[in-house]
């Protein structure tokens, strides 16, 4: 069964950092572009952040833009979250989700479409 497993969520305090990692299993995700989602308590599922097949596009909501980066790795076939300056509303369960796609420069963070998602991995940021 084709699997995405998400990591290194925790518990940080305001202004920390978190890494969170995303790892395929039983297929490459070098077919595909992955978004970062994530979802508070109460609320609905949001696109955090995308990047494309090449890692040459990428999409940052505008509550996460200039804290948040996204990159991938297709060697390690990982795709990863550098979340810094964290802010107590960042706390969510967080998402990874990759769509098959041809084309090697594009994403989209609808949720729509997207082949495959992971588990999730929680983030808590609190004094």
């Known amino acids: 069964q084709l699997q995405l497993v998400e990591s290194g969520g925790g518990l940080v305090q305001p202004g920390g950092s978190l890494r969170l990692s995303c790892v395929a299993s039983?297929?490459?995700?070098?077919?595909?572009?992955i978004g970062w989602f994530r979802q508070a308590p109460g609320k609905e599922r949001e696109g955090v952040s995308c990047?494309?097949?090449?890692?040459?596009?990428?999409y940052y909501s505008d509550s996460v833009k200039g804290r948040f980066t996204i990159s991938r790795d297709n060697a390690k076939n990982t795709v990863y979250l550098q979340m810094n300056s964290l802010k107590p509303e960042d706390t969510a369960v967080y998402y990874c989700?990759?769509?098959?796609?041809?084309?090697?420069?594009?994403?989209?963070?609808?949720?729509?479409?997207?082949?495959?998602w992971g588990q999730g991995t929680q983030v808590t940021v609190s004094s």
């Open positions: 989700a990759a769509k098959s796609t041809t084309n090697h420069s594009m994403c989209l963070i609808s949720q729509r479409g997207y082949d495959y």
């Open positions: 039983r297929f490459t995700l070098h077919y595909y572009y």
């Open positions: 990047v494309s097949r090449s890692g040459s596009t990428t």
